[in-house]
């Protein structure tokens, strides 16, 4: 099974500034991979996907995620925040044998300052 | 109504009741899944259905049944439930999975049923 590490709990982070959220997944085969917000009350959107192709995947909202097969990573970055993206984010793995079985990291919360 | 719904969005029970969350989507999606979001702790996969089918149960215990009557509703049967069962439960849908990465399809979520075990 697979398993994804989100190593930050909590980032908080002021207005305007970068921000990078760190993935890291397990498994050295082939798979997909994703980052999902989560706002208060609410479901989880998708943010940006790699399936394949080009290692540097553009998503909504500015969010921008660079896949590296390397150091099994994928993390996920913006150039400058808004107190709008204050939200949970999560990133997920499945792999191409079993399309819709994902994993989940257990999440981090972005908290944009003024 | 769009997307994937849920209902009820909070439901407090006993260990000793009976109730059932619904799921429903209207995107013409053909796979539906349920999980288990707890404080501090990955999401859980519990179940998934393709068309109609159950072809995944994450060790799920008995105590939780799904139900999937078409390809457009999800229920989550439950019934003598442990205060640990406490958590957020989401439904999502897709596409059923083709092959290839052309054919890979996203989970769309619903927002979730935040429930309360007393």
């Known amino acids: 099974a697979q398993s994804v590490t989100q190593l930050d709990s909590q980032v908080p982070v002021f207005e305007e500034a970068p921000v990078e959220l760190r993935c890291n997944y397990s498994?050295?085969?082939?798979?997909?991979l994703f980052w999902y917000v989560q706002y208060p009350n609410q479901g989880l959107q998708l943010l940006l996907k790699y399936l394949s192709g080009s290692t540097l995947v553009k998503g909504i909202n500015g969010f921008e995620a660079e896949f590296n097969k390397s150091q099994t990573s994928f993390h996920l970055r913006k150039p400058s925040v808004h107190i709008s993206d204050t939200a949970e984010y999560f990133c997920?793995?499945?792999?191409?044998?079993?399309?819709?079985?994902?994993?989940f990291g257990s999440g981090t919360k972005l908290n944009v300052k003024p | 109504e769009t997307g994937v719904t849920q209902t009820p969005r909070h439901l407090v029970m006993g260990m000793t009741n009976k109730k059932s969350l619904k799921c429903e989507q209207h995107l013409g999606h053909n796979a539906m899944y349920w999980y288990k979001q707890s404080a501090k702790k990955p999401l859980e996969l519990m179940f998934v259905?393709?068309?109609?089918?159950?072809?995944e149960n994450n060790s799920v215990p008995s105590r939780f049944s799904p139900e999937c009557p078409n390809s457009s509703h999800l229920f989550l049967h439950l019934h003598t439930l442990q205060p640990e069962d406490s958590a957020l439960y989401l439904c999502?849908?897709?596409?059923?999975?083709?092959?290839?990465?052309?054919?890979?399809?996203?989970?769309?979520f619903g927002p979730g049923t935040r429930l309360t075990v007393l």
């Open positions: 999502a849908s897709s596409q059923a999975p083709g092959r290839g990465a052309s054919s890979y399809n996203e989970q769309f």
């Open positions: 259905y393709n068309f109609k089918e159950q072809t």
């Open positions: 997920a793995v499945s792999d191409r044998a079993n399309f819709n079985k994902f994993y």
């Open positions: 498994s050295s085969v082939s798979v997909y």
